[in-house]
């Protein structure tokens, strides 16, 4: 029996020892473990953040270039027809360019497929020499408002000239030009709505 009784100490040892390292050991290992991968999620979550804090603060930095960019769309393709806005233009282009004659007759507005916005196809008439017509052509190309001119004509004119008689010399332009509005229907606060007719302007 004497024999036996280190082997079995040994054997107690080592099952304490066993015991010592599943009840306490292994636990506080795993709490490690969840410890690390938490502070992994949290630097990872911090990186993260300050990725978007840098992007906001880019953001805010290019925030006037960027308010100036949507003004020009929106001066280039307003929310609404806004037809007086758009008749004010044209005309000024005319006293500018010093043309006989202008017209313009805006037609209803065609809304897109895509639902994104809308067409108004219009009808610009104007009379005056050749070099009128051309600065007049000049400065449609750059007017604010956002234009394409899907058809031109030119033919002579008959038109008395201002001075009396008639102006051998004198050309009329006719386009059929599109203006566009961010409006898909034309809707509130567009002339012509979208049930209306074509009107005449000046």
Do not use: C, W
């Not at 805010?60 to 233009?89: C, F, H, K, N, V």
């Not at 809308?118 to 020499?129: A, D, E, F, N």
């Amino acid at each position: 029996m004497s024999r036996r009784a280190p082997l079995i100490a040994g054997i107690i040892a080592i099952i304490l020892a066993v015991l010592a390292v599943v009840l306490l050991v292994l636990p506080k290992m795993r709490e490690v473990g969840e410890t690390e991968d938490q502070l992994q999620a949290a630097q990872d979550q911090q990186i993260a953040l300050e990725a978007q804090l840098q992007a906001l603060q880019e953001a805010q930095a290019q925030a006037p270039e960027t308010e100036a960019q949507i003004a020009l769309l929106d001066a280039q393709i307003p929310p609404t027809a806004d037809l007086p806005g758009l008749i004010r233009q044209l005309q000024d282009v005319a006293d500018q360019s010093a043309v006989d004659f202008f017209s313009f007759t805006p037609g209803t507005p065609i809304a897109s497929a895509a639902g994104n916005h809308s067409t108004l196809p219009s009808t610009i008439s104007v009379t005056g020499s050749y070099f009128a017509l051309d600065e007049y052509l000049f400065l449609l190309e750059t007017l604010p408002r956002a234009a394409k001119v899907v058809q031109l004509d030119i033919t002579p004119s008959t038109t008395e000239s201002a001075v009396g008689g008639s102006s051998p010399s004198a050309l009329q332009l006719q386009l059929s030009v599109e203006f566009y509005t961010t409006d898909p229907s034309a809707g509130p606060g567009s002339i012509p709505g979208p049930s209306a007719g074509s009107a005449t302007g000046a």
